[in-house]
């Protein structure tokens, strides 16, 4: 009888230890916060993510060679199209956008790398519990490597890093994160871009999120 008693507690033991290994997630589909991108550039953006409707709006500054840029554009990944949208000039700039539509996630090929506290656990509410992933994306007819963290609890994405041979790697950090749509008029083209053609250059190839940077 002890003897069972013992398998039962090592069982249970045994199903815990499973049910508590981080598992890849996807974070929520609709969110809305700041990010920065580190690269050769130091740029930070607000941003409205609904991955329901692919839609993505960014409205970005930042510095290169010691001169400042801004640049709010509006990404409709189902129609394949990009807005840059001047609110000061009342313009609208329609390019291609690739339709290739990478969710906020996790995937399931990732590797785990590691479990981390952001800040003290020392005490409630002193830290935040964070899963480290990398593994190899395939974009653009070109394999990338990544590193990405994301909170344990609602997959909230805190850092991603993408590397490969030509750019090196690339951080992007999310913080003050909403979940949900704070302002859902952020994803709808202003009414000046309705008569906005759309503009092709010959050779030019459909512009993607990390191109904007």
């Not at 045994?14 to 290994?21: E, K």
Request: hydrophobic share 35%; aromatic share 10%; glycine share 8%.
């Amino acid at each position: 009888m002890r003897a069972l008693v013992l398998l039962v507690l090592l069982v249970c033991l045994s199903v815990g230890c499973v049910a508590q290994r981080p598992r890849p997630c996807t974070s929520p589909p609709l969110l809305t916060g700041s990010l920065s991108v580190n690269e050769k550039l130091g740029a930070f953006a607000k941003y409205t993510y609904d991955a329901l409707g692919q839609r993505i709006r960014l409205r970005e500054f930042g510095s290169y060679n010691n001169k400042t840029f801004h640049l709010d554009v509006l990404l409709l990944y189902r129609e394949g199209v990009m807005y840059k949208i001047n609110y000061r000039n009342q313009t609208c700039c329609k390019k291609h956008l690739s339709r290739c539509f990478h969710p906020l996630a996790i995937p399931q090929d990732a590797s785990l790398l590691g479990q981390a506290v952001l800040g003290s656990s020392s005490g409630p509410g002193q830290g935040v519990l964070v899963n480290t992933w990398t593994g190899q994306l395939q974009m653009r007819n070109k394999t990338v490597k990544y590193m990405s963290t994301v909170t344990e609890f609602g997959c909230v994405p805190v850092t991603t890093l993408f590397h490969s041979c030509r750019d090196g790697w690339r951080i992007t950090s999310f913080f003050n994160n909403v979940m949900g749509l704070t302002d859902p008029q952020q994803l709808i083209p202003p009414h000046f871009c309705d008569d906005a053609e759309l503009e092709e250059e010959e050779g030019e190839e459909p512009a993607t999120f990390y191109s904007l940077f």
